[in-house]
């Protein structure tokens, strides 16, 4: 269980979009990493991943796990932004039928559940249309 205060130590790649880029390679990673997976180098700047992307993949869930059971069916892809960086998320706001591989979606800062009855609540993004 998360308390608030490591919650909100999470903040920057939650809320901000933060990833690292290698100073040796140039490569994103989102999450951010330690060490480049790339080549090794461990001097990484802080950077904001691209707000906008094309779907790559993606499924609808309809049988899902017991606490998103009111959220259900629900779209979840990954989506390669246009800065190259590759994030799996939800996909809200849009019908089933419209989803499709190359479809343009762009990152919303949006509620994605409470903690318990009387816990935090917790935001995060999720994919919207853009297209």
Not at 11 to 22: D, F, K, T
Not at 34 to 63: F, H, M, Q
Not at 105 to 129: A, D, M, T, W
Request: hydrophobic fraction near 30%; charged fraction near 30%; include cysteine.
């Amino acid at each position: 269980m998360s308390t608030p205060s490591r919650y909100w130590r999470e903040i920057p790649q939650r809320y901000r979009l933060e990833a690292n880029q290698c100073e040796k390679c140039n490569k994103k990673y989102f999450p951010p990493r330690l060490v480049c997976p790339e080549c090794g180098n461990r001097d990484l700047k802080k950077t904001k991943i691209a707000e906008k992307g094309k779907i790559i993949s993606y499924t609808i869930i309809r049988v899902p796990p017991s606490q998103y059971k009111d959220q259900a069916p629900y779209a979840v892809g990954v989506v390669k932004m246009e800065d190259g960086v590759k994030v799996m998320g939800q996909i809200v706001d849009c019908d089933f039928e419209a989803l499709e591989v190359g479809k343009q979606v762009k990152i919303e800062f949006r509620k994605l559940f409470n903690q318990g009855h009387s816990g935090i609540l917790c935001y995060g993004y999720k994919f919207v249309p853009d297209f």
